[in-house]
């Protein structure tokens, strides 16, 4: 028998996912899988940690699970990008997916083809996103803002003056605000200098 992971999720405590678990329970029963429920409630889609979500994905990694059922994209992933890369991980566990309002079902060509697709679209958002961002370093750059860390105003001689306290590089990097490789960097080269 085909083992389903029936996953259901509500946002706040008031609200109730029987109806999705109703939702679930008759599809699998159409299809004649058995269902193991996962279940989280008052937790938002956006969160990181989610404890039904983070037990189905164990009973997925330990291979107890044959295919992944939910009502909606929503209740399942926080962005396109989480559900493709949820997606991958349960293609390489050979893993099914099933999303009943969406009808996207990797179990059939059609839906495998369906979740190729919103693969290239999430690919293509990134793309977009990464475009942007150097779209705005270069902008930054043209109008003469400096970007990444301010740079410490520390001289080799102020370094060396620890050192000879037998300070070590750990130590004078914390009180100099520097790295521990720069406090050395620093104290090994001949030039003076800030950096």
Same mark, same amino acid.
């Given at each position: 028998m085909t083992a389903a992971a029936g996953y259901a999720r509500v946002s706040t405590p008031d609200q109730d996912?029987?109806?999705? *678990?109703?939702?679930?329970?008759?599809?699998?029963?159409? =299809?004649?899988?058995?269902?193991?429920?996962?279940?989280? #409630?008052?937790?938002?889609? @956006?969160?990181?940690? !989610?404890?039904?979500?983070?037990? /189905? /994905?164990? @009973?997925?990694?330990r291979r107890k699970v044959d295919v992944v059922v939910c009502t909606k994209l929503d209740r399942l992933a926080r962005s396109l990008e989480h559900l493709v890369a949820l997606g991958k991980e349960f293609k390489t566990l050979g893993v099914e997916l099933v999303v009943l309002d969406q009808a996207l079902d990797t179990t059939t060509s059609a839906g495998k083809a369906l979740f190729g697709m919103l693969a290239v679209f999430a690919e293509f958002? #990134?793309?977009?996103?990464?475009?942007?961002?150097? @779209?705005?370093? !270069?902008?930054?750059?043209?109008?003469?803002?400096?970007?990444? =860390?301010?740079?410490? *105003?520390?001289? =080799?001689?102020?370094?060396?003056? *620890?050192?000879?306290?037998? /300070?070590?590089?750990?130590?004078?990097? !914390? =009180? *100099? !605000?520097?790295?521990?490789? /720069?406090a050395h960097r620093l104290a090994r080269d001949s030039a003076s200098g800030g950096f």
């Open positions: 996912p029987t109806a999705q *678990l109703e939702q679930l329970r008759t599809y699998c029963g159409a =299809r004649g899988w058995g269902i193991h429920e996962y279940v989280d #409630r008052g937790v938002s889609g @956006a969160k990181e940690r !989610r404890p039904g979500l983070d037990a /189905l /994905l164990q @009973a997925v990694r958002e #990134r793309d977009l996103i990464r475009e942007r961002v150097i @779209a705005g370093v !270069r902008r930054a750059k043209a109008l003469g803002k400096r970007l990444g =860390r301010p740079r410490a *105003l520390v001289g =080799r001689e102020q370094v060396l003056a *620890l050192r000879e306290t037998g /300070l070590s590089y750990r130590t004078i990097g !914390r =009180r *100099l !605000r520097i790295s521990p490789a /720069l």
